[in-house]
């Protein structure tokens, strides 16, 4: 048995072929930010890893004010974004490039959890879009 053929009357192919091509673009854009998404939560993950555990009474604040804001910035633009949230953003820079005491008298070691965060974030992300559309 011979297979069946869809017969496209020629006044329609070009509204067929926009939609399989919009139906296509559409299931790329989700696994487009489906990887995004991937990347933020690596990002996040990791940081926590390096990030400090203070002794202090106020312990792991800084490590739950770690967030991800996702969303679409406008049409096709989605984004997610790794930050600290107040109050504990001012810690930041402290900790990833390090400081003086509060005595003055030493600095304390940069702890890159940033940084660490960013490197795997980009190597997700290049893995998965590898994945979905090869690459190198």
């Known amino acids: 048995m011979g297979a069946v053929k869809a017969t496209i009357p020629p006044e329609l ?20 930010v489906e990887a995004i998404d991937e990347a933020a939560d690596a990002c996040n993950e990791t940081a926590k890893q390096y990030a400090p555990v203070s002794k202090r009474k106020r312990a792991g604040t800084y490590r739950r004010s770690f ?4 969303g679409w910035q406008a049409r096709h633009h989605y984004a997610a974004e790794w930050h600290v949230e107040e109050p504990e953003y001012r810690l930041t820079h402290l900790l990833e490039n390090g400081h003086l005491t509060r005595d003055g ?4 070691k940069a702890v890159k959890h940033i940084k660490y965060g960013r490197q795997i974030a980009e190597q997700v992300l290049e893995e998965r ?4 559309w090869g690459g190198s």
């Open 105 to 108: 008298t030493h600095r304390t």
């Open 13 to 32: 192919l070009g509204k067929e072929l926009s939609e399989i091509l919009l139906e296509w673009a559409d299931n790329e854009e989700k696994k487009l």
């Open 67 to 70: 967030v991800i804001d996702r």
């Open 129 to 132: 879009l590898a994945g979905l």
